[in-house]
């Protein structure tokens, strides 16, 4: 089945850029999107279409791609980013979406 | 402001089906715009996508759970569902509803999210 592959976790020092990667073969056709989420609740969606930011989040957290990986880069971390992320996307097959494993930010 | 809330049993016994309710306030259940999904989260694990909908009842599932899941809404009352059959700890966890877009090609998002609700089995 199909998956998408997150380093389990990404260790920086404040101020530093911290680099999240998802890796998917259906990437090149389908968006990735990136959630984060703190202490088990709720996600908030943070990019979106690859490389979007909804409004209210931040300019530190950006979203690129390139072939069959996408990346989330949060420049300057902040204490406050250490949290979970999460990269979701679709299959080939329309209708069938899946979560990356996720990444541990960790900012210290 | 859309607003999703979960309900349903906190204690599910093993081998039994766990049924959990979404009511979807703030928008109307009824339009091809979006799909209606849940995710759950096991204690410590990642995010698990279960399925989607759409409100006249065609519905898609992750292939690790079909045969064990099912999803359905009630327009009247402007709520979704679903059943999970035959627990087991496995299944034990957090359970979101969640609004999921128009998927038009490239692909689709979950853009509202429901609080969640721990489940234990």
């Known amino acids: 089945s199909y998956e998408l592959t997150q380093p389990p976790s990404v260790s920086v020092s404040p101020g530093q850029t911290a680099r999240i990667t998802c890796s998917g073969d259906?990437?090149?056709?389908?968006?990735a999107y990136w959630y984060q989420q703190k202490s088990g609740r709720a996600p908030v969606l943070i990019i979106y279409?690859?490389?979007k930011r909804p409004s209210g989040i931040p300019e530190r957290f950006s979203g690129s791609k390139s072939g069959t990986v996408a990346t989330l880069t949060v420049s300057g971390a902040q204490l406050e980013d250490e949290g979970d992320y999460y990269c979701?996307?679709?299959?080939?097959?329309?209708?069938?979406?899946?979560f990356g494993g996720g990444t541990k930010l960790t900012v210290l | 402001q859309l607003l999703l809330r979960e309900s349903g049993p906190g204690l599910v016994k093993p081998s039994e089906t766990l049924s959990l309710t979404c009511s979807v306030s703030g928008g109307s259940l009824s339009t091809y715009d979006y799909q209606w999904g849940w995710i759950r989260q096991p204690p410590g694990k990642g995010l698990q996508w279960i399925g989607s909908m759409f409100y006249t009842g065609s519905t898609f599932y992750t292939p690790s759970l079909k045969g064990r899941v099912s999803m359905s809404a009630d327009t009247s009352q402007n709520t979704f569902s679903l059943r999970l059959y035959s627990v087991t700890a496995a299944d034990t966890g957090i359970y979101f509803c969640?609004?999921?877009?128009?998927?038009w090609g490239p692909g689709a998002f979950l853009d509202s999210w429901g609080q969640g609700h721990l489940v234990s089995v």
């Open positions: 979701f996307s679709s299959d080939i097959s329309v209708n069938q979406r899946m």
């Open positions: 279409q690859d490389r």
């Open positions: 969640a609004r999921q877009t128009y998927d």
């Open positions: 259906a990437l090149p056709q389908k968006y």
